[in-house]
């Protein structure tokens, strides 16, 4: 009863929606339901508190979205790899975003040695971004702020891992424009960090392997 009571607010909620949308601008679905011209592929966490479209302020049709547990990249996702080419290759978005969050518990659960099951094995490549930068982040006394370091670091690692793909080469080879953008939102106040990495070709791609961004 509880649960059937749960997904009915879905429901109304939408109708809501629906009819909030529609007065504001009666032609809003219609418009919507032609094929969509986003600019940007929004790479983001799973977690409920991060919702892609609400904080970037935009509209159905704007962002092409994935989300996973902690906004991973793996090169070996056929998963991230479909979005991330169909959007690079046939939506032809110029702008990818990875977006982290502070407070992110997939990151802290791969930070901390308690096992969790299946996703451990998910989390295992954060352990790898721990591991780069060991040095860094054990220099960090505050245990809150080496987790908000790590997140940082994570996005960089995700957005030099995108820099990797085969379709990210791809593109820059070509000649095609394609910014990679590196994001961490604030749970506490709701605003995005740019970590303003600039990553538009593959020069600055490998700048993220190097100069201190490692080691
Ligand atoms: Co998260």
């Given at each position: 009863m509880r649960e059937t009571t749960q997904i009915e607010r879905l429901f109304a909620s939408n109708r809501r929606w629906v009819a909030a949308m529609t007065q504001t601008d009666p032609e809003f679905f219609r418009k919507r339901a032609r094929p969509a011209e986003p600019h940007f592929l929004f790479i983001g966490c799973s977690?409920?508190?991060?919702p892609a479209d609400q904080l970037t302020g935009t509209t159905p049709g704007e962002l092409f979205v994935h989300r996973n547990i902690a906004n991973q990249v793996f090169t070996a996702d056929l998963n991230v790899l479909s979005v991330l080419q169909y959007a690079v290759?046939?939506?032809?978005?110029e702008h990818v975003i990875v977006c982290g969050h502070y407070g992110c518990a997939g990151v802290q659960a791969a930070a901390s040695a308690a096992p969790l099951g299946l996703v451990d094995n998910w989390l295992g490549n954060i352990r790898n971004v721990m591991r780069l930068h060991r040095r860094e982040l054990d220099a960090i006394a505050d245990p809150a702020a080496r987790l908000r370091r790590l997140i940082d670091l994570n996005v960089v690692e995700q957005i030099y891992n995108l820099s990797q793909t085969p379709v990210v080469q791809r593109t820059w080879q070509g000649g095609a424009k394609l910014l990679l953008h590196g994001l961490v939102y604030e749970l506490e106040d709701g605003l995005l960090k740019d970590?303003?990495?600039?990553?538009?070709?593959p020069e600055k791609a490998e700048t993220l392997a190097h100069a201190g961004q490692r080691g």
């Open positions: 977690d409920s508190r991060v290759e046939v939506l032809q978005v970590l303003a990495l600039g990553v538009d070709g």
